[in-house]
């Protein structure tokens, strides 16, 4: 019988470098709504209410590198459709670009890029219960978002725009990875998710039931190395956990798969078959 990860896994805090702090900070308050949570001269903490969802390091200079393993995306996921609409009324009152938006059946969802070329995704979950279809096969798939019927569910009386609402957290990581399979064996393998949907190209896991915790593609190429050091990169994500046993289980398995394990302050440390590091940690 697999292995199962904890089913209260979720993702945290995503790190990553960037070329310029206070460009980055003065797009992530002014344009997403984040707020700053911690600062100094060279990094920054952002989140929404108390919750911290986003560390900045600044690499002076950092570059834009497209064919690498690395960050495709991270997920903001705020808590309604209500939510959603007035986000993109601000993000369309900010004149911020936006470079897609979709429905996936069992989301809503908005694409855009940071000064750095960091992909974000914002979006609102459905009911969980919408997630199947009348024979109970999980759906998800990709469909032009109705931006007039979201934008409905403003009405006179809605408080205007106050940035991220507190309840936003990180709903999923998406990552280009050099091998889907290899990725697959590690995350679900090893780790202990379960796929949940893919393709030849990627791959859609999770921890219970959820519709995705991490997408993971190739479509930077197969192959692809990691990015340099002095790119603007994903640094680490986190993946939370509800327990001590929970980590602990987690960890033994990646030690009897040979994977290299290291604690730390924040927790523990590994990387997957692409180079992209993870954090185990306890919620």
Wanted: charge should be negative.
């Amino acid at each position: 019988m697999a292995s199962i990860i904890d089913p209260a896994t979720r993702v945290g805090a995503v790190s990553l470098s960037v070329g310029n702090l206070d460009r980055s900070l003065g797009y992530y308050q002014h344009n997403i709504g984040l707020t700053v949570l911690d600062y100094d001269k060279h990094s920054a903490t952002l989140g929404a209410g108390a919750t911290p969802l986003l560390h900045l390091r600044e690499v002076p200079g950092a570059r834009v590198v497209r064919r690498a393993t690395g960050l495709y995306h991270f997920a903001l996921r705020v808590p309604t459709r209500l939510d959603l609409a007035q986000v993109i009324r601000h993000l369309w009152e900010s004149e911020t670009h936006v470079g897609g938006a979709s429905d996936h059946l069992v989301s809503e969802a908005l694409y855009l890029s940071d000064p750095d070329g960091h992909g974000i995704e914002i979006y609102r979950d459905r009911p969980r219960d919408t997630w199947y279809d009348a024979k109970g096969t999980f759906r998800m798939g990709t469909e032009p978002l109705d931006v007039g019927a979201i934008l409905a569910e403003i009405k006179p009386d809605t408080p205007g725009w106050n940035g991220m609402p507190d309840g936003t957290d990180m709903g999923h990581v998406h990552l280009q990875v050099a091998d889907v399979s290899a990725a697959d064996r590690f995350y679900v393998g090893v780790l202990g998710m379960e796929r949940m949907a893919g393709m030849a190209s990627a791959s859609f896991v999770s921890a219970g039931g959820y519709h995705h915790h991490l997408g993971l593609n190739s479509w930077a190429g197969v192959g692809v190395p990691a990015p340099p050091e002095n790119a603007a990169r994903l640094l680490s994500y986190e993946l939370l956990l509800p327990t001590d046993d929970a980590i602990d289980a987690v960890v033994e398995r990646a030690r009897e798969a040979n994977v290299p394990v290291s604690k730390q302050d924040a927790g523990w440390s590994l990387r997957d078959p692409s180079h992209n590091t993870i954090i185990l940690r306890v919620a």
